[in-house]
């Protein structure tokens, strides 16, 4: 947690750790809470593949967390996902990806990671949302 020392001007935004947020809000609070403090973090990063994950950002934001959703391929959800693997590519996989972009933003998060989704998709979902998007 320490990258955030020297900086001077730039957002530093710490990634939640697998285990510490996907138990409830109270845990994805005081995790976030505990990030931001610790690493001296701007915001934190929530990875997020279904709409349990979106409630769990939607609370941490109204906590007073600035929160950076992430859909696409999640890292820490590989082995539900069935490996490391591009998501979009299925007009279903694709609708649900675009909907959980949606969803962050309602949820109120300040900008979405879009990893390892069709450049389509990616631009898609870009258009319609109102906050930044990153990949």
Avoid: W
């Avoid at 931001?36 to 929530?46: F, N, P, Q, R, S």
Wanted: aromatic share 4%.
């Amino acid at each position: 947690l320490g990258s955030a020392a020297g900086v001077t001007r730039a957002l530093c935004v710490g990634d939640l750790p697998f285990g510490c947020y996907e138990a409830s809000v109270a845990a994805a609070v005081e995790s976030s809470v505990r990030v931001m403090k610790e690493g001296a973090m701007d915001a934190v990063k929530m990875e997020t593949m279904n709409a349990g994950r979106v409630a769990l950002a939607r609370g941490v934001v109204e906590a007073g967390v600035a929160v950076m959703g992430h859909v696409g391929l999640t890292p820490q959800a590989v082995s539900v996902l069935g490996g490391f693997r591009s998501l979009g590519k299925s007009a279903r996989e694709a609708e649900e990806v675009y909907d959980l972009a949606l969803s962050l933003q309602d949820a109120g998060c300040f900008s979405v990671v879009l990893e390892c989704i069709p450049s389509e998709l990616a631009a898609a979902i870009t258009e319609a949302l109102d906050i930044p998007t990153i990949g």
